[in-house]
């Protein structure tokens, strides 16, 4: 049986949250640097909702929109939406694990575990499949 050649690093997948960080003016040690774009990046790809991958690196969620509307930005929204959808892939699997084949707990009574209650999550997988994504903003121009 003959061995398949090594892949080549040329061969795999680019990353889908690979891009240009935005271009700032003046960089400020406290403000929106390569490496805490990056890091909303992969938060955003971890968490799904743009406040909370915003406060993990210590920045608000206007500012991140604000640094998603600037011009040359276009990279870094992208990347963005595909960190959302990504956010939004991962809570509605883990809803529909539970839903499908349900959660465990332990009861307890008088501070021992006494059991366990298996139940499945229906209401979690509604609510998944009702959510809307956070649309995009769009810039308002006057």
Same mark, same amino acid.
């Given at each position: ?15 889908? =949250? !690979?891009?240009?960080?935005?271009? /700032?003016?003046?960089? #400020?040690?406290? +403000?929106? &640097? ?9 938060? =955003? !790809?971890?968490?799904?909702?743009? /406040?909370?991958?915003? #406060?993990?690196? +210590?920045? &608000? ?82």
């Amino acid at each position: 049986m003959a061995e398949s050649p090594p892949a080549s690093p040329e061969a795999e997948e680019p990353d889908p =949250l !690979a891009f240009t960080p935005v271009a /700032l003016d003046r960089v #400020r040690h406290n +403000g929106w &640097t390569e490496r805490r774009q990056r890091d909303f990046i992969a938060a =955003l !790809a971890v968490m799904g909702t743009v /406040l909370r991958a915003a #406060r993990a690196v +210590g920045m &608000t969620k206007q500012s991140a929109y604000n640094l998603r509307d600037r011009p040359g930005a276009e990279s870094f929204a992208a990347a963005w939406d595909v960190a959302l959808q990504m956010g939004y892939d991962d809570a509605f699997g883990q809803a529909m694990e539970r839903a499908i084949h349900g959660i465990t707990s332990p009861r307890f009574y008088r501070g021992k575990q006494v059991g366990t209650r298996h139940r499945f999550d229906y209401r979690l997988a509604l609510a998944v499949l009702n959510a809307r994504r956070e649309p995009p903003r769009k810039k308002v121009t006057q």
